[in-house]
């Protein structure tokens, strides 16, 4: 996966191919040599033109890819060997429990560029902050720590179009209806009560009014297809501990658990009409699966055997269980990274391709603008050749990984990442975010 041991030069040279491939593999249509427009990627011979929505990319009539001074015999073995295994390479960052800069944010963008990931899941707000603008709803960044810890949408702007710049598509996600508290610092009305004031209130229709308003203002900024509603750990007692919810309850028909359901296929339909696909946790997922739109895919956290049922019910799948991809859980070795395989068990094709990829979670509860990058990092490189490299090349041994991975660690430190040592993996420290334990080179700590 990685490239170790070239010039600066030839570093370089890769680095704009692979933005062209990477470029190329995100379009949605393609108009080749007879002018036919066409689903997926024909990579060679080169087409004469890429669209991505509005926009297209001409290829100039002179435009050559030399093989000259390469392995391959002509210039197609150069981008036909650019593919990923999996679409969906993502990283989470999370900036509700402690707010990143911008300069920390986009100090993570250039560092999932240099391990090809492609995906920043963005877990903007929770429970314990609100910290970005909703034009719609300006009060809700009362809920954000401080007025100097806020992003305004140009901010966000300016993040969506710093990591497309770099191949790298922004997940927003809004987590509903659990995980919502800060909501109310502006807007209390969208507690169950003052004293219940979390999940958010299933019977107030100033709720979904809100949930609406924020995914307009989302779709303005946030143009990847995708956006994450969250949808996990939901403890419903609020609704029926709340006299007037409880009522509405009754009113409607439904126990908590419906009401729960109702609220997340809600959420979905607001979603929808924005122009969005959903991205669900999997909780909605084990409770009414069948309930949920034909365009969610499931992001699965929990534990194994997950992505099983989701794609044999014929949904699609994001792998991230938390024993293995979970970077807040510092006693997970980055050998446990790279052995973890989201195909596990999934042995028919057509359902291994509804897994669209997988993603290490950065969650934000101990890290904060010091200590983020060697805590994501070199971990995070060890998922990510697996989320890239095709099956039956991948290591079948983490210890066959170590030399390059503990390269691509210094590479990472010379870019000005600040990437843990890998030596960190002893019985006398943690393995995620540890410092180095004695002298010596780069390359061997």
């Not at 729960?260 to 991205?279: D, M, S």
């Not at 390269?407 to 600040?418: K, S, T």
């Amino acid at each position: 996966m990685w490239v170790l041991g070239v010039t600066e030069r030839r570093v370089m040279g890769a680095f704009w191919v692979l933005n062209l491939v990477l470029f190329l593999v995100q379009v949605v249509g393609i108009k080749g040599a007879h002018g036919i427009g066409e689903h997926g990627v024909r990579i060679w011979p080169m087409p004469l033109s890429v669209s991505h929505g509005h926009k297209s990319l001409y290829v100039g009539k002179d435009f050559k890819i030399m093989s000259q001074g390469s392995k391959y015999k002509d210039a197609s073995g150069i981008l036909k060997d650019g593919f990923s295994r999996f679409s969906f390479r993502g990283l989470l960052i999370d900036t509700s429990r402690h707010y990143q800069p911008l300069p920390i944010i986009k100090n993570v963008i250039d560092s999932m560029a240099y391990a090809k990931l492609n995906v920043l899941h963005w877990h903007i707000v929770d429970t314990q902050s609100f910290p970005l603008e909703i034009p719609s709803y300006p009060k809700l960044w009362d809920g954000a720590y401080s007025t100097s810890e806020r992003y305004t949408m140009a901010d966000a702007a300016e993040i969506v179009s710093y990591a497309q710049k770099r191949g790298i598509n922004v997940l927003a996600e809004l987590d509903v209806p659990g995980h919502a508290l800060s909501w109310g610092k502006g807007y209390p009305s969208l507690w169950p009560s003052k004293d219940c004031q979390e999940p958010l209130d299933v019977s107030n229709e100033f709720t979904f009014k809100v949930i609406d308003g924020i995914l307009s203002d989302f779709s303005k900024v946030f143009k990847y297809k995708f956006v994450h509603l969250g949808g996990d750990e939901v403890n419903t007692s609020c609704w029926t501990l709340t006299p007037h919810v409880s009522k509405w309850l009754k009113e409607h028909s439904m126990n908590e658990s419906q009401a729960y359901q109702y609220f997340v296929l809600q959420a979905q339909k607001i979603a929808l009409l924005h122009g969005y696909e959903i991205v669900n946790w999997e909780e909605t997922f084990n409770n009414f699966g069948n309930k949920l739109s034909p365009k969610t895919v499931v992001h699965n956290w929990l534990g194994g055997g997950v992505a099983q049922r989701v794609v044999a019910a014929g949904l699609r799948c994001i792998v991230s269980n938390q024993d293995k991809w979970y970077l807040d859980h510092l006693d997970t070795t980055w050998e446990q990274f790279y052995m973890n395989e989201p195909l596990t068990n999934i042995t028919k094709s057509e359902q291994q391709k509804l897994v669209i990829g997988g993603e290490v979670c950065m969650w934000g509860e101990t890290v904060d603008a010091s200590d983020i990058q060697q805590t994501i990092w070199p971990r995070a490189a060890a998922a990510a050749e697996r989320l890239w490299t095709p099956y039956d090349k991948l290591a079948k041994e983490a210890k066959q990984v170590t030399g390059r991975l503990a390269h691509f660690r210094c590479l990472l430190n010379q870019r000005g990442i600040a990437a843990a040592p890998l030596a960190a993996d002893t019985p006398l420290t943690q393995p995620g975010r540890s410092a180095p334990l004695e002298p010596g080179s780069c390359y061997l700590q």
